[in-house]
C-alpha cells in the first residue's frame, strides 16, 4: 500500500477503462472520487475499491455540463483534502454515416469527449494552482492519431483532445508541479462498443488486437508516480500512430475499406442511440468480452504484419523517389 496516499478523481468510472482504473489506485491504497452518470454501477465500483483498500466517495455527474465538473471538483477537494491526480476519462461513441447520424447526437460526442475533457481541466486548476501541484491524466486513445471511418464526431473529438492538451501544456510551462498527461491506449477489450451509438444498422465489434483495459490502468497509476506528457499504450498504438503520419492516404483507405467491408457483412440489428444521452443499464463490468485479458502476447502477430507492412510501404515510397 502506499504510504503517500493521494486523492484522484476518476470521470467515466463506471465501467471499462475508467472502472479499471479506479480500481487500480483502490490497490494502492488511494482515495478515489467516481464520476459517471450511472449512481447505480458507481456504488458497485465503490463497494469493489473500499475491498481493495481505497477509500471513495461517488458522485454522480455528467461531465458534458461544466456545472457539474465544478460541482465535482469542489466534492473532491472536500474529500481529500485537495486534489492530486484528475483522470479524465469519461467518453462516448456513435458509429454511422456521417450524414445519417442525427447532429444531436454527434454534437453530444463532442460534448463529452472534448468539452467534458476540457470542463474537467477547467475546474480542478485553480485548486492545482492554489496548491502548487497536480496532475491532469487525458485517456485519449489511438482515435487521436488514427481517424475512424463511420465515427466522424468521435475522431473529431479525439484529434480536437489533442490539440487541447498540447495547447495546455504550452500555457502551463511555469508552473512545472503541474502536470498534463496524454495516454493513447490500443483497441480496449470494454463494454463501450456495446454502449455506442449504432446507425450502421449492423452488429458491431472491435476490430483486432483488442487489449486488456488493466493494462491501460497500470499505466494510469504510473503516470500518477511519474507525469509524462504521453505514453503510447500497446505497442499496435505506437504503429498504428506512424503508420498514419508516414501514409496518412493510405491508412485512411484502409481503414475505410476494412470497416465498410465489414459493415456490409454484420448481423442487422435496429438502430440505436445507444448511452449518448443517458447511462445504459448494461455492459457496466471492466471487460467487454472481446479480446483476451492477461495475454499481451497473443497481440504479437498483428503488430509484426503492421511493422511489416509499415516498413514495406515506407520502402516503396523511398524508391519511387
Known amino acids: ?15 471499462g477503462a475508467g472502472r479499471a482504473i479506479a480500481l487500480a489506485f483502490a490497490q494502492n491504497g488511494d482515495r478515489i472520487v467516481l464520476a459517471a452518470r450511472n449512481e447505480v454501477s458507481l456504488e458497485e465500483v465503490a463497494e469493489e475499491c473500499r475491498q481493495l483498500g481505497g477509500q471513495t466517495l461517488v458522485v454522480t455527474a455528467d461531465l458534458s455540463d461544466h456545472r457539474a465538473a465544478i460541482n465535482l471538483a469542489a466534492a ?6 485537495g486534489i492530486d491526480v484528475w483522470v479524465n476519462n469519461a467518453g462516448v461513441l456513435a458509429v454511422g454515416k456521417f450524414d445519417e447520424t442525427p447532429m444531436e447526437v454527434t454534437q453530444q460526442v463532442i460534448a463529452t469527449n472534448l468539452l467534458g475533457y476540457m470542463n474537467g481541466a477547467h475546474a480542478v486548476l485553480p485548486y492545482f494552482k492554489e496548491q502548487g501541484h497536480g496532475i491532469i491524466i487525458n485517456n485519449i486513445s489511438i482515435g487521436g492519431f488514427l481517424p475512424v471511418p463511420f465515427g466522424v464526431g468521435y475522431s473529431a473529438s479525439k484529434f480536437g483532445l489533442r490539440g487541447f492538451s498540447a495547447a495546455l501544456k504550452a500555457e502551463l510551462k511555469k508552473f512545472p508541479d503541474i502536470h498534463v498527461c496524454d495516454a493513447f491506449p490500443a483497441f480496449l477489450d470494454t463494454p463501450g462498443i456495446q454502449h455506442a451509438a449504432n446507425y450502421t444498422g449492423k452488429m458491431l465489434k472491435p476490430g483486432p488486437p483488442v487489449y486488456d483495459p488493466q493494462r491501460l490502468a497500470m499505466e494510469i497509476v504510473r503516470l500518477a508516480e511519474y507525469p509524462r506528457s504521453e505514453k503510447m499504450v500497446g505497442s499496435f498504438s505506437t504503429v498504428a500512430r506512424i503508420a498514419y503520419a508516414l501514409f496518412p492516404s493510405l491508412t485512411r483507405n484502409i481503414a475505410g475499406t476494412v470497416i465498410g467491408t465489414y459493415l456490409t457483412q454484420a448481423e442487422q440489428i435496429e438502430r440505436t442511440s445507444g448511452n449518448i444521452f443517458n447511462p445504459v443499464k448494461y455492459g457496466n463490468a471492466v471487460h467487454g468480452g472481446w479480446g483476451i485479458p492477461g495475454r499481451p502476447k497473443a497481440h504479437r502477430k498483428y503488430v509484426a504484419a503492421g511493422i511489416l507492412l509499415s516498413l514495406g510501404l515506407l520502402t516503396a515510397k523511398l524508391m519511387r523517389k
Open 1 to 15: 500500500m502506499n504510504a503517500n496516499k493521494k486523492t484522484v478523481v476518476v470521470t467515466g468510472a463506471s465501467s
Open 76 to 81: 473532491a477537494t472536500d474529500f481529500g483534502p
